[in-house]
Protein backbone atom coordinates (compact mmCIF):
# COMPACT_ATOMS: atom_id res chain seq x y z
CA UNK A 1 0.00 0.00 0.00
CA UNK A 2 0.94 3.23 -0.94
CA UNK A 3 0.36 7.06 0.62
CA UNK A 4 0.58 10.09 -2.02
CA UNK A 5 -0.14 13.24 -0.09
CA UNK A 6 -0.47 16.19 -1.98
CA UNK A 7 0.41 19.50 0.23
CA UNK A 8 -1.77 23.08 -0.28
CA UNK A 9 -4.19 25.02 2.17
CA UNK A 10 -7.73 24.30 2.31
CA UNK A 11 -10.58 26.73 1.25
CA UNK A 12 -11.57 27.88 -2.12
CA UNK A 13 -9.28 31.18 -1.15
CA UNK A 14 -6.14 28.95 -2.38
CA UNK A 15 -7.26 27.40 -5.18
CA UNK A 16 -4.68 28.04 -8.50
CA UNK A 17 -2.10 29.01 -5.89
CA UNK A 18 1.86 28.41 -6.27
CA UNK A 19 1.42 26.53 -2.68
CA UNK A 20 -1.61 24.41 -3.85
CA UNK A 21 0.40 22.69 -6.77
CA UNK A 22 0.70 19.82 -4.63
CA UNK A 23 -3.08 19.54 -4.62
CA UNK A 24 -3.54 19.58 -7.85
CA UNK A 25 -1.58 16.54 -8.40
CA UNK A 26 -3.77 14.91 -6.35
CA UNK A 27 -6.87 15.92 -8.20
CA UNK A 28 -5.33 15.35 -11.19
CA UNK A 29 -4.32 11.52 -10.00
CA UNK A 30 -7.93 11.00 -9.08
CA UNK A 31 -9.07 11.66 -12.60
CA UNK A 32 -6.62 9.70 -14.16
CA UNK A 33 -6.52 6.23 -11.89
CA UNK A 34 -10.45 6.80 -11.07
CA UNK A 35 -10.13 7.18 -7.76
CA UNK A 36 -12.23 9.83 -5.91
CA UNK A 37 -11.08 11.80 -3.43
CA UNK A 38 -13.79 12.77 -1.21
CA UNK A 39 -13.45 10.88 2.64
CA UNK A 40 -12.67 12.79 5.29
CA UNK A 41 -10.24 10.89 7.65
CA UNK A 42 -7.08 11.82 9.63
CA UNK A 43 -7.98 15.93 8.46
CA UNK A 44 -7.43 15.31 5.29
CA UNK A 45 -9.94 14.28 1.87
CA UNK A 46 -8.89 11.07 0.92
CA UNK A 47 -9.76 8.20 -1.72
CA UNK A 48 -8.67 4.92 -1.69
CA UNK A 49 -8.39 2.52 -5.05
CA UNK A 50 -6.07 0.75 -7.13
CA UNK A 51 -3.47 0.85 -9.56
CA UNK A 52 -2.91 -2.57 -11.51
CA UNK A 53 -2.54 -4.58 -8.25
CA UNK A 54 -1.22 -1.93 -5.94
CA UNK A 55 -3.86 -0.38 -3.12
CA UNK A 56 -3.18 3.35 -3.20
CA UNK A 57 -4.22 6.43 -0.56
CA UNK A 58 -4.53 9.63 -2.29
CA UNK A 59 -4.51 12.54 -0.01
CA UNK A 60 -4.67 16.37 0.83
CA UNK A 61 -4.08 17.12 4.11
CA UNK A 62 -6.78 20.06 5.72
CA UNK A 63 -4.15 21.23 8.43
CA UNK A 64 -2.88 23.93 6.34
CA UNK A 65 0.46 23.45 4.90
CA UNK A 66 2.89 24.57 7.91
CA UNK A 67 0.96 20.69 10.18
CA UNK A 68 0.85 18.79 6.85
CA UNK A 69 2.76 16.02 8.88
CA UNK A 70 0.16 16.31 11.60
CA UNK A 71 -2.83 14.11 9.04
CA UNK A 72 0.27 12.39 7.31
CA UNK A 73 1.31 10.55 10.53
CA UNK A 74 -2.12 9.85 11.47
CA UNK A 75 -2.95 7.96 7.90
CA UNK A 76 0.44 6.91 8.05
CA UNK A 77 0.20 4.90 11.41
CA UNK A 78 -3.70 4.14 10.94
CA UNK A 79 -2.72 1.72 7.36
CA UNK A 80 0.35 0.89 8.64
CA UNK A 81 2.31 2.38 5.01
CA UNK A 82 5.99 2.44 6.04
CA UNK A 83 7.47 5.39 4.95
CA UNK A 84 9.37 3.84 1.86
CA UNK A 85 6.11 3.39 0.61
CA UNK A 86 4.67 7.53 1.22
CA UNK A 87 5.14 9.64 -1.78
CA UNK A 88 4.95 13.28 -0.77
CA UNK A 89 4.33 16.02 -3.60
CA UNK A 90 4.86 19.93 -3.08
CA UNK A 91 6.14 23.52 -4.25
CA UNK A 92 9.42 24.39 -4.53
CA UNK A 93 10.56 28.01 -5.17
CA UNK A 94 14.30 27.21 -5.87
CA UNK A 95 13.27 25.61 -8.94
CA UNK A 96 12.43 27.45 -12.58
CA UNK A 97 8.35 27.23 -12.75
CA UNK A 98 7.39 23.38 -14.29
CA UNK A 99 10.82 21.49 -13.16
CA UNK A 100 9.94 18.93 -11.28
CA UNK A 101 12.74 17.17 -8.59
CA UNK A 102 12.09 13.40 -7.44
CA UNK A 103 14.35 12.77 -4.59
CA UNK A 104 14.34 9.48 -2.13
CA UNK A 105 14.67 11.31 0.65
CA UNK A 106 16.55 14.48 1.69
CA UNK A 107 15.96 17.92 4.24
CA UNK A 108 13.20 20.02 4.08
CA UNK A 109 14.78 22.32 1.76
CA UNK A 110 13.15 25.62 3.77
CA UNK A 111 9.83 23.90 2.39
CA UNK A 112 7.62 24.10 5.72
CA UNK A 113 5.11 21.45 4.81
CA UNK A 114 8.00 19.04 4.61
CA UNK A 115 9.37 20.24 7.75
CA UNK A 116 6.44 19.30 9.49
CA UNK A 117 6.02 15.73 8.05
CA UNK A 118 9.83 15.33 8.74
CA UNK A 119 9.06 16.17 12.33
CA UNK A 120 6.28 13.92 12.42
CA UNK A 121 7.16 11.41 11.06
CA UNK A 122 10.68 11.26 12.70
CA UNK A 123 12.74 10.84 9.37
CA UNK A 124 13.48 12.34 6.03
CA UNK A 125 13.16 8.98 3.96
CA UNK A 126 10.38 9.52 2.10
CA UNK A 127 10.01 10.12 -1.72
CA UNK A 128 8.79 13.58 -2.45
CA UNK A 129 8.32 15.41 -6.13
CA UNK A 130 8.79 19.00 -5.68
CA UNK A 131 7.24 20.98 -8.40
CA UNK A 132 9.21 24.29 -9.12
CA UNK A 133 7.33 27.62 -8.80
CA UNK A 134 9.62 29.95 -9.40
CA UNK A 135 11.52 32.21 -6.94
CA UNK A 136 10.12 35.09 -5.62
CA UNK A 137 10.58 38.70 -7.08
CA UNK A 138 12.74 40.65 -5.63
CA UNK A 139 10.68 43.23 -2.70
CA UNK A 140 7.70 40.59 -2.68
CA UNK A 141 6.83 38.85 0.69
CA UNK A 142 7.49 34.89 0.77
CA UNK A 143 4.13 34.36 1.79
CA UNK A 144 2.00 36.59 -1.09
CA UNK A 145 4.46 35.14 -3.72
CA UNK A 146 3.39 31.70 -2.93
CA UNK A 147 -0.36 32.05 -2.01
CA UNK A 148 -0.63 34.12 -5.36
CA UNK A 149 -1.37 32.33 -8.71
CA UNK A 150 0.46 31.45 -11.62
CA UNK A 151 0.38 33.86 -14.69
CA UNK A 152 -1.04 33.49 -18.03
CA UNK A 153 2.20 32.57 -19.30
CA UNK A 154 2.90 30.30 -16.48
CA UNK A 155 0.20 28.29 -16.39
CA UNK A 156 0.14 25.77 -19.22
CA UNK A 157 3.96 25.07 -18.17
CA UNK A 158 2.35 24.25 -14.85
CA UNK A 159 -0.27 22.56 -16.02
CA UNK A 160 2.50 19.83 -18.18
CA UNK A 161 3.88 19.67 -14.72
CA UNK A 162 1.33 18.54 -13.23
CA UNK A 163 0.90 15.97 -15.84
CA UNK A 164 4.79 14.92 -15.86
CA UNK A 165 4.30 14.32 -11.79
CA UNK A 166 1.04 12.08 -12.44
CA UNK A 167 3.13 10.33 -15.08
CA UNK A 168 5.83 10.25 -12.45
CA UNK A 169 4.10 8.89 -9.50
CA UNK A 170 3.21 5.74 -12.28
CA UNK A 171 6.66 5.62 -12.84
CA UNK A 172 7.79 5.41 -9.02
CA UNK A 173 4.92 2.25 -8.49
CA UNK A 174 5.65 0.61 -11.40
CA UNK A 175 9.31 1.07 -12.33
CA UNK A 176 10.99 2.40 -8.84
CA UNK A 177 12.35 5.81 -7.69
CA UNK A 178 15.12 5.83 -9.76
CA UNK A 179 13.18 5.50 -12.69
CA UNK A 180 11.56 7.82 -12.12
CA UNK A 181 14.26 10.43 -10.84
CA UNK A 182 16.59 9.40 -14.08
CA UNK A 183 13.61 10.24 -16.59
CA UNK A 184 11.96 13.51 -14.92
CA UNK A 185 14.61 14.93 -12.65
CA UNK A 186 16.65 16.25 -16.13
CA UNK A 187 16.59 20.31 -16.78
CA UNK A 188 13.98 21.59 -19.02
CA UNK A 189 13.90 24.33 -21.69
CA UNK A 190 11.35 26.45 -19.07
CA UNK A 191 10.00 29.92 -19.06
Avoid at 45 to 71: C, D, H
Avoid at 112 to 124: F, M
Amino acid sequence: MHLIAGLGNPSQEYYGTRHNVGFEVISALSKAWNIPVEKKEARAVTGKGYLRSEKIILAKPQTFMNLSGESIRVLADYYRIPTENIIVICDDINLPVGQLRIRRSGSAGGHNGLKSIIRCLDTEDFARIRIGVGDKPINTELADYVLGRFSKEEKPVINDAVNDAVSACEVILNTGIAAAMERFNRKKELL
